[in-house]
């Protein structure tokens, strides 16, 4: 599913994230998709909040850095909106081919999607093709046009042009069912914490059927441990990302980790509420800087009474040779959900 796009042998994925940008190249002319090369930069604070491009210069000045620093001369890229106005909910309609349900698609959307619909761009896919009976299920998305043309004029800033712009949750969804193929079964959490915001987004039986936006990331946990512990930016940054030991850390992740799981359930809840459905969450994976701090998996999975990890984007995918030479990949794969992801997607 995507916005709009065509193909080629080799797609660079382009994560825009809040805190670090992410790029990813993968080569689809071998009999597997193979990732060829990874590189990520970190952009100027506040110049991104909350996932809305605050100055397009400096955020455009730092992926032609990223691509010039990486070597990738590619400027057709794959790249995703997602956040508050995108709209991702599985819908019943009337049973009926894919072309007619083009035709309606809209109309039908009207009654879920909180947007005028005249500014919107809309895209759905059909979840039981071959079923019977009257009714079938449909995954809708709706992601405001706005927001598709500031991405799209952001990249053409960088001297990039959109190849494929998808949808967050749904490009993280391509590599995590490739590299998490058993974790298609049943209701499993996806938790991306990332340095603004926390994505929460629901699969059932491996379709993303929810997704949630909580205000907490990185940041909050690094800003607690400025203020409350007085503790220098870099000082702060190396405890949560687990490169340097921290006592004072403990009180926050559990705090955080708090907010974070009462998300997570609420989400859960919703789902089950909606699909009448008496299946409860099975499983949580995290990505996203987030994953990395100290024991903010373990406190999740003791409040949410399930088990959570780390989900490992090239836990299956074939990387070639000195991919992660200068970076150890326990390190950075976490980051790499998305960008991999959207890397994967070659439209045809």
Do not use: F, M
């Given at each position: 599913m995507a916005l709009f796009g065509f193909g080629k042998k080799t797609s660079v994925g382009l994560d825009i994230g809040s805190g670090i940008i992410k790029v990813a190249v993968i080569d689809h002319s071998g009999s597997e998709p193979e990732l060829i090369k990874v590189a990520t930069t970190e952009v100027a604070a506040d110049a991104i909040v909350e996932g809305e491009v605050m100055d397009p210069g400096i955020v455009a000045e730092a992926i032609r850095g990223l691509f010039a620093a990486a070597g990738v001369k590619q400027k057709s890229v794959v790249t995703a909106v997602g956040g508050r106005d995108v709209i991702v909910k599985k819908i019943q309609m009337d049973r009926m081919k894919e072309a007619d349900a083009r035709e309606v698609i809209r109309w039908e959307a009207e009654q879920h999607v909180p947007f005028d619909m005249a500014n919107v761009e809309l895209d759905f896919q059909i979840l039981d093709p071959e079923a019977e009976g009257l009714q079938m299920s449909v995954l809708l998305?709706?992601?405001?046009?706005?927001?598709?043309?500031?991405?799209?004029?952001?990249?053409?800033?960088?001297g990039l042009e959109p190849a494929i712009i998808d949808v967050d949750a749904f490009a993280i969804h391509n590599a995590f069912e490739l590299n998490h193929p058993d974790a298609m079964r049943g209701v499993v959490g996806l938790v991306n914490i990332g340095h603004e915001v926390t994505n929460v987004n629901i699969l059932e039986d491996g379709v993303p059927v929810l997704t949630r936006d909580l205000s907490i990331g990185t940041r909050r946990f690094r800003e607690d441990l400025q203020r409350e512990k007085g503790l220098a930016a870099e000082d702060a940054e190396q405890a949560i990302q687990g490169q340097a030991h921290s006592a004072d850390l403990a009180p926050y992740v559990e705090a955080r980790g708090e907010e974070l799981a009462v998300g997570v359930e609420r989400a859960a809840a919703f789902l089950a509420t909606a699909s009448r459905s008496a299946a409860g969450l099975s499983r949580v994976y995290t990505i996203g800087g987030g994953a990395r701090i100290p024991g903010l998996n373990e406190a999740l999975g003791s409040r949410l009474k399930v088990g959570v990890e780390v989900a490992n984007p090239v836990q299956r995918l074939k990387v070639r040779d000195a991919v992660f030479e200068s970076v150890p990949v326990d390190e950075v794969a976490p980051l790499l959900m998305l960008s991999v992801g959207l890397a994967l997607r070659r439209a045809a």
């Open positions: 998305v709706a992601a405001k046009r706005e927001l598709v043309e500031g991405r799209t004029g952001l990249l053409n800033e960088a």
